[in-house]
């Protein structure tokens, strides 16, 4: 299985500043065949289902702030929040989808500081 | 409007069964394949099972293996989870979810992120 490390485990940024959050994959979710990373990016909020935001690692779903920007090929990628907003408290999970099973990284707590 | 309704949850002894629904609507469900994934208490997201658009192929994490089975019936728009020989640890809420894209199928399962999700039913294991 292909095991997804996401860092930081929690992070707390000011009202309007820049969240990062990293993900690396233990090996390659770049398919050759179509030049596509497998990789996805979604935000879970308690008492809600997880939501989309980023697939083929920088597309943005539609609906999705433009504030939510993801980067990456291979086995290292990023999750930007370009100025992060109160509503954007919440846990993101990165997830490959490139081989069966598709695995999420241990998510990431964001809390406003 | 893409709609999800899991159903089917509830407070069942260890070693007991369980089968979850998951009612969809608003879209051609025969055309999507379909997860369903699972957050136990104070923990991340773990994927549990795949199955194809037509039900021909499915997949499962090694955790439910050989106890739970997914299945689907296209002419109800429903998805199903069967659990089987259920352990304190299958305590969790169980999210149903749409792959992004119709009919894909790539390396032996699912080509796509789950775009869509239901709100979750509480499976709890307990004696």
């Known amino acids: 299985d292909i095991v997804m490390t996401q860092s930081p485990d929690s992070l707390a940024v000011s009202l309007g500043e820049r969240a990062t959050i990293d993900c690396k994959s233990s090996q390659s979710v770049l398919y050759s065949s179509d030049n596509k990373n497998y990789l996805a990016w979604y935000q879970h909020k308690p008492g809600q289902p997880p939501k989309l935001l980023i697939y083929w ?14 980067s990456g090929s291979g086995t290292d990628f990023t999750l930007t929040i370009s100025s992060l907003q109160a509503e954007d408290v919440a846990v993101y999970y990165c997830q490959q989808f490139y081989i ?6 241990q ?4 809390e406003i500081k | 409007q893409v709609h999800l309704v899991e159903s089917g949850g509830g407070v069942v002894q260890p070693g007991g069964s369980l089968r979850l629904s998951c009612a969809a609507s608003a879209f051609t469900f025969s055309s999507y394949g379909m997860h369903w994934v699972r957050q136990a208490p104070g923990k991340g997201l773990e994927w549990v099972a795949f199955i194809r658009f037509d039900g021909s192929n499915k997949n499962y994490a090694d955790s439910v293996q050989g106890r739970f089975t997914i299945s689907r019936d296209n002419s109800k728009n429903t998805l199903y989870l069967q659990m089987n020989s ?26 796509y992120p789950a775009d869509y999700w239901g709100q979750g039913t509480l499976v709890t294991v307990s004696s």
């Open chain 1, 57 to 70: 690692a920088s597309t943005r779903e539609s609906g999705v702030p433009d504030r939510f920007s993801g």
């Open chain 1, 100 to 105: 069966t099973p598709p695995t999420f990284g």
């Open chain 1, 107 to 110: 998510g990431t707590k964001v």
């Open chain 2, 86 to 111: 259920l352990r304190a640890e299958d305590t969790a809420i169980y999210f149903c979810a749409k792959d992004r894209l119709p009919l894909g199928y790539c390396n032996g399962g699912s080509c």
